[in-house]
């Protein structure tokens, strides 16, 4: 009785190099050689054995050619952001960094398991990567990689650790507040409200104190009672618009912390019947299109520029790779201003007189 059922195929096994030369009529060194584009070949012979590999699907083994290179040509990304928010557009930059070296990217999600974080990096030297990067959802300081007994180089993006000796690429959260605060006052708002995330984050702190600089500078009184700090969601930001009306009406521009946050805040305004930006001026931060873009109406929002971010790390780590001498400690990338709708962008912005600065500001 015959079987109902084909037993599997039997995997073919992979071609070798001694194939290759078989085909291509050559010797074993010659393969290796002609392969590499080392040594001393005629054209034609380099030609044939290249032609002979491609017939055949031949593949070098990696690992056994970075053993010879001491290279491996490729990189590790480690990331405690799981959904991608930050470390996709840090990754798009890295690549863009690295493409002319033909080298790879592995990246791997540790989503803020210390355990996993080990795996990783265990698997990542077990690859012999020639460098990792450390990226996260968040800038605060975090632990070191335990890479010390290795002599391969780390630099930390979008991340950061106590060490001086360390390379911590991270946006300029101060500066991007000051430029959010600069914008509205440039436009002859005077009485600028914050609401924020949690007063924990490091960044939530720094792009308070860059608005509270510009605020400062522009002789403009700085309220405490303006500022709000609470979740990264748009619930938030309703609540927070509520709040603060309830208690001064007379705000006529926030600054959020998030574009989610903001996205809220223009939703609760809207609710109230207060007009943006013809009433209430509204800016967010980090320009995250899939917000920013489909609010109404549009975002004007801080970009925190996270794919150049990750385009210097790239370029840096390829120069510790390569030996090159690199500047150690943090080090704070500039953030750009994105103007749309929701700050009177497409009106002529009024100039912003000091004369009467404080009249009626109390």
Partial sequence: MKPSWDPPATRPSPTTIRDVAAAAGVSLSTVSKGLNGTGQLREETRQRVLQAAKRLNFRPNDLAQSLLRGRSFTVGLISADRYGRFSIPILEGIENALESTRMSVFLCNAADDANREREHIEQLLAKRVDGIIVTGRRSDPRPPLEVSAHSVPVLYAFSQVSDSKALCLLPDDVGGGRLAGEHLIAAGRRRIAHITGPEDFEAVK??????????????????????MSGPWSEM????????????????DAIFCGSDQIARGAVDALRDRGVRVPDDVAVVGFDNWQIIAAETRPALTTIDMNLHELGRQAGLRLLGMINGEDQQSGVIRLPCSLVTRESCGASRPVQPFARDNTLEGLA
């Fill in 206 to 227: 720094h792009r308070c104190a860059g608005l509270k600089q510009a605020v400062e500078q522009n002789s403009l009184p700085w309220r405490v009672d303006d500022v």
């Fill in 236 to 251: 938030w930001g309703r609540y927070a618009v509520d709040d603060l009306l309830d208690r001064n009406q007379k705000i």
